[in-house]
């Protein structure tokens, strides 16, 4: 099984400041990696789809990078609703599975 | 415009069981594989089974496998996931999920539209 890890835990960003997440795959996942943002009460969001690409609707200040084992998700400027955590997620191990990251959260500094 | 309804959740004791649909629309279901995740309370998200569009091929996490069985009505555009021999560890809320992508390689691709979940508590 593929296990994905994330760093930091917990990031303390300012509103208006560059916020960086990392994400590490135990083996190469090629590009199938995604990134969700998820609010307290809310179901997942999809953010980036095969490292680098927005879904539909997602806002320019979201980049993806990355492929092989080594990905990061930028907000290049933090807007209040954009507190929240955030998962990694590789999709290139089938079967058997998915794996996610433990995730990220991103709180107000 | 997509919509996924999830449904069935409750309290059930050890060792029972409960059925969960996901009842959806705005889309061609058919063509859609499907997942299950979930989330323990205050945890992170945990995949627990998937299914292609036709219902021909299914995967399941180790933590479930001969316990949970997916399954699709496209007739009916519902997934469900029937959980037997339920155990306190599988307590949380669980969403279910579509495929971005249409077609043969759907079940390989991330997950663009959730329902808002379920939740599923099993206490005595």
């Known amino acids: 099984e593929i296990v994905m890890t994330q760093s930091p835990a917990t990031l303390s960003v300012s509103p208006g400041e560059r916020a960086t997440l990392s994400c590490r795959a135990s083996q190469s996942v090629s590009s199938n990696l995604a990134w969700y943002q998820q609010k307290p009460g809310q179901a997942p969001r999809l953010l980036i789809y095969g490292a680098s690409t927005r879904a539909t609707g997602i806002p320019a200040r979201f980049s993806g990078s990355g492929s092989g084992t080594e990905f990061t998700l930028t907000i290049s400027s933090l807007q209040s609703e954009d507190f929240a955590v955030y998962y990694c997620?590789?999709?290139?191990?089938?079967?058997?599975?998915?794996?996610f990251g433990p995730g990220t959260k991103v709180d107000i500094k | 415009e997509v919509q996924l309804l999830e449904s069935g959740g409750g309290l059930v004791q050890p060792g029972g069981s409960l059925r969960l649909s996901c009842a959806a629309s705005?889309?061609?279901?058919?063509?859609?594989?499907m997942s299950w995740v979930r989330q323990a309370p205050g945890k992170g998200l945990e995949w627990v089974s998937a299914i292609s569009g036709s219902g021909g091929s299914t995967y399941y996490a180790d933590s479930v496998k001969g316990r949970f069985t997916i399954s699709r009505d496209n007739s009916k555009n519902t997934l469900y996931l029937q959980m037997n021999s339920l155990r306190a560890e599988d307590t949380a809320v669980y969403y279910c999920a579509k495929s971005r992508v249409s077609g043969s390689s759907s079940i390989r691709q991330a997950r663009d539209y959730w329902g808002q979940g379920t939740l599923v508590t099993v206490s005595s």
């Open positions: 705005g889309f061609t279901f058919s063509s859609y594989a």
């Open positions: 997620q590789q999709y290139n191990n089938w079967p058997p599975g998915v794996t």
